[in-house]
Each structure stands twice: as structure tokens, then as C-alpha cells.
């Protein structure tokens, strides 16, 4: 069972800290690195992709990989109340080979503090 | 413009019935896929289909039926609805290759009484 970890939270953090989500994964072979937004009751949207080890900036988020120790970050800086949403990691395993197939975690939810 | 579209959004139904969900995307993408996100938020693949074939089958029971009548449309058809089906079902497409994006529609909310 090919399986995705992320602390369920919430993780709170006063507007204009940074926040770091955190996820592990058990497929050593994972290629593709997700991490998407969900506020409530709406579908989740992507925020980040990585595939290599190392870090990924797009404006205040930064995506980190660790494929040596399974292990992928989010961090969002300058913390926002709009950002309070769940945050999905996701992992394209090695099961369909060519195909894009994701394996989602449960999701943590932020929560930024006026 | 909507990119990934669903219908119906909300769908209220007696345990028994026989219901369909549709799903379309004007990505021009060759991939679609239906999730299920249950009370809990877990979202977990039920399917896939690469240009109108059947691609991933998660263990889903055979009461849900997916149809890809071409690659811009995937349906999911679910006989016999069982208490347990009450979930969120979101549709996603993306190109083919694994580190492409899936962008979701919107939702279905099918509650089972």
C-alpha cells in the first residue's frame, strides 16, 4: 500500500509568520511531487510541483524534496489569512507506468490569525 | 470558460437508486480521472481513462461504472447506492506523462439517505 503522510493539524500561525507543512511518502520510487489547496467545500487547486531533490520558489511558497529520505515540505512565507485552507500532498507513484496517478494525503489545515 | 465541469453539484437520492454523475473538460487533455473524497477529506482515485480507455481501476466495487464516450467526457454511473457512497466525487483531467498537473472540477456532494 502505497501511502502518503501529512500531520492533520491545524497548524496555526499568526498573519505574517511562515508556515511549514510537512509530508512523507513510503514509494521510494515516486517521481512527481504535488502539493494543492483546498478551501472548504470547494476542489482542490495546485499550488506546487517539484521532481528533484532540492528547493522550488514561486513567489511566497517554497516546495522542498528529499527523495533520500521521503520527505517533501511546503513553506509559505508572509503568512495570510486567505491562505487558511487544507494543504494536499500528493505523489505520483510508480504503478502506471507513463500515466500520471496520484496518491493524496489526508491533508493538513492552516489557519492564519489576523 | 469553466475548464473541468460536473454535473449534477449536489445530488440527494434513497439508498437502492441508480444515479449518474458527468464530467467534461475543454483542456483538450487526454487523461480524465474520478476521486472520491469521503467524510474524513480522504481523497483516494477511483479511475482513469486515457483517450476514451480505462487505464486505472482502484478496487472499486462493480456498482460504480465509468464511461468515456470520447476523451473530453467521462461519466460515472453508480447502481444500488449504498449508504456508504455519501462523498464529495470530483472529476480531474491532465495530459498524459506524470509530472503533468490534474485540474479538478468542481464536485459532486452525493448524499445517500
Redesign the interface.
Known amino acids: 500500500q502505497k501511502e502518503v503522510e501529512q500531520n492533520s493539524g491545524p497548524l496555526s500561525v499568526p498573519e505574517g509568520a511562515i508556515a511549514s507543512l510537512n509530508c512523507t511518502y513510503s514509494d521510494r520510487g515516486s517521481?512527481?511531487f504535488?502539493w494543492y489547496r483546498?478551501y472548504s467545500g470547494?476542489?482542490?487547486?495546485?499550488i506546487m510541483?517539484i521532481?528533484s531533490n532540492g528547493d522550488k520558489e514561486d513567489g511566497r511558497f517554497t516546495a522542498q524534496l528529499n527523495k533520500a529520505s521521503q520527505y517533501v515540505s511546503l513553506l509559505i512565507r508572509d503568512s495570510q489569512p486567505s491562505d487558511s485552507a487544507?494543504y494536499?500532498c500528493a505523489v505520483?507513484p510508480v504503478l502506471?507506468s507513463?500515466?500520471?496517478?496520484?496518491?493524496?494525503g489526508?491533508?493538513t489545515m492552516l489557519l492564519v490569525s489576523p | 470558460d469553466t475548464a473541468v465541469s460536473q454535473t449534477p453539484k449536489y445530488l440527494v437520492t434513497q439508498m437502492g437508486n441508480d444515479k449518474s454523475i458527468k464530467c467534461e473538460q475543454n483542456l483538450g487533455h487526454d487523461?480524465m480521472?474520478w476521486y472520491k473524497q469521503d467524510s474524513?477529506?480522504?481523497?483516494?482515485?477511483m479511475f482513469?481513462y486515457?483517450n476514451k480507455e480505462l487505464?486505472?481501476n482502484e478496487t472499486v466495487p462493480n456498482r460504480f461504472s465509468p464511461k468515456s464516450p470520447d476523451k473530453a467526457h467521462l461519466n460515472l454511473h453508480i447502481n444500488s447506492l449504498e449508504l456508504g457512497d455519501s462523498a464529495v466525487y470530483?472529476c480531474a483531467s491532465?495530459q498524459?506523462?506524470?509530472?503533468?498537473?490534474?485540474?479538478?472540477?468542481?464536485?459532486t456532494r452525493l448524499l445517500v439517505l
Open positions: 517521481q512527481s504535488f483546498q470547494k476542489s482542490p487547486e495546485l510541483s521532481y487544507t494536499l505520483n502506471y507513463g500515466y500520471s496517478t496520484l496518491t493524496f489526508k491533508g | 487523461t480521472y474524513k477529506k480522504f481523497l483516494k482515485i482513469s486515457n487505464i486505472i470530483f491532465s498524459e506523462g506524470i509530472q503533468e498537473t490534474q485540474y479538478f472540477g468542481p464536485g
